[in-house]
């Protein structure tokens, strides 16, 4: 569901560039200020509540009119740097935290700090603002964000006999571990990690267990190094795998909505999962499925897991970054807030959105999800120049095999240091 969709945003993302000629945001003859805003949303709901709100901006704001373009996930990243190359980048753009490093050093996104109004951004915390704050300035406002949970059988747990967690006592890494393999049987497995990435999971889960990782000195340089924190995380799940045999080996090259029909069906008790996924498991789950949230485990440093939010930017070619800011923060108003936080199924990082009621329900987890929101701190990685590089030549290649029992861990630290640093060094000269 989540590809089809995607796939689909790409080729309307792609059309719609193609139609507008894509140059930024203009004031036409007749004075009217028009602005291009590219979203990223693709499921239904949030497609509908994005759509809505610019039509509620364009009806009470005639002299600044919003365009609406459709973005996709998939693509979003190579668009964006042709766009910007070309001179033909959206005036408001939608994207993550962590895909906004590069963006922000090579100079095509606005420091929005004196053009923030005090409302906004008093009403988001700091640890959010962190995650889009490069070399002091703000290039993004982050809006949604998305902790990770444990999306569970509830029959199972059950009868399984387990003590069910809670955001005020969660288990321990140690303690989930012995559960899984309670949950274990016969065809079934304790847990499934679904982890086709696996990189953004091992890292931000680790946080927990005081993992960082990345370390920056007093010269500004970012170097790797894996102490025990950081291995907490990694060695769980390795042992799930290989020496528990409590987690499904054939779940490691997959994506989270392949897990599903697994859960659906027994053969796992539980899936972490994002938040979000609660979408697809109301949608997809058979009839009569009973399913819980719970917290994912905590470690030395209680339930603090990086997240990388979804944000607002404005480019910095846009002749009209005031009126697009003035847009954004229409847009992340408390109440539209809560809209598309519930488009997404996500948490708002506002703090007035975030205390509405609605979010506050047992029903489909929104209250485990929201208690989580004060532990949920900037992804270790987040401002790191090179990065990507990092993830996709280095982490995922080692993690995918350390997890498959192809590596240990010493092999595993190795690669993950040695190779990253030499990686990391080349954009830092």
Not at 97 to 126: E, M, N, Q, T, V
Not at 153 to 164: C, Y
Not at 302 to 316: I, R
Not at 408 to 427: C, H, M, P, S, T
């Amino acid at each position: 569901m989540r590809a089809v969709a995607r796939t689909a945003a790409a080729a309307a993302t792609a059309l719609a560039l193609l139609l507008t000629g894509c140059g930024g945001g203009d004031g036409r003859t007749d004075g009217t200020v028009r602005l291009r805003f590219q979203s990223l949303a693709w499921q239904k709901e949030s497609v509908d509540a994005n759509k809505q709100l610019v039509k509620e901006w364009n009806a009470s704001h005639p002299d600044v009119q919003v365009q609406y373009v459709q973005g996709s996930w998939d693509s979003v990243h190579d668009q964006l740097l042709t766009s910007f190359e070309g001179d033909e980048a959206p005036d408001v753009i939608h994207d993550a935290s962590d895909d906004l490093a590069d963006f922000a050093y090579g100079g095509y996104l606005a420091d929005l700090r004196a053009l923030l109004p005090d409302r906004l951004a008093k009403d988001i915390p700091r640890q959010s603002w962190s995650t889009s704050t490069f070399d002091g300035g703000v290039y993004g406002v982050p809006f949604l964000q998305e902790p990770r949970v444990l999306i569970a059988n509830t029959r199972l747990l059950k009868a399984s006999g387990v003590r069910i967690p809670t955001p005020a006592k969660p288990w321990s890494w140690t303690e989930f571990r012995q559960v899984t393999k309670k949950l274990t049987g016969k065809g079934r497995y304790g847990v499934a990690w679904p982890l086709k990435e696996p990189v953004s999971v091992t890292l931000n889960l680790g946080l927990s267990a005081g993992g960082e990782m990345f370390h920056r000195g007093a010269d500004g340089k970012v170097t790797l190094a894996v102490d025990d924190g950081d291995l907490v995380v990694p060695d769980t799940i390795h042992d799930q795998v290989n020496t528990d045999h409590s987690a499904a080996r054939t779940a490691l090259g997959m994506g989270g909505g392949d897990a599903l029909p697994g859960l659906f069906g027994g053969k796992y008790a539980m899936v972490p999962l994002g938040f979000s996924y609660r979408q697809q498991v109301v949608e997809q789950a058979p009839k009569g499925f009973e399913w819980t949230v719970l917290p994912a485990p905590a470690g030395s440093a209680g339930l603090a897991q990086g997240v990388s939010p979804q944000t607002l930017s404005v480019a910095e070619d846009s002749p009209h970054k005031k009126e697009a800011v003035e847009f954004i923060d229409f847009l992340l108003r408390p109440a539209n807030m809560v809209r598309l936080a519930k488009g997404d199924w996500m948490l708002p990082t506002g703090k007035e959105a975030l205390a509405d009621p609605s979010l506050h329900t047992a029903d489909r987890g929104w209250a485990t999800g929201a208690a989580l929101a004060g532990a949920l701190r900037s992804a270790p990685a987040q401002s790191v120049r090179g990065y990507p590089e990092w993830k996709d030549k280095v982490a995922t290649p080692a993690f995918q095999e350390y997890y498959s029992g192809a590596i240990d861990a010493a092999e595993l630290r190795k690669r993950l240091v040695q190779d990253g640093n030499r990686v990391l060094a080349r954009y830092q000269r």
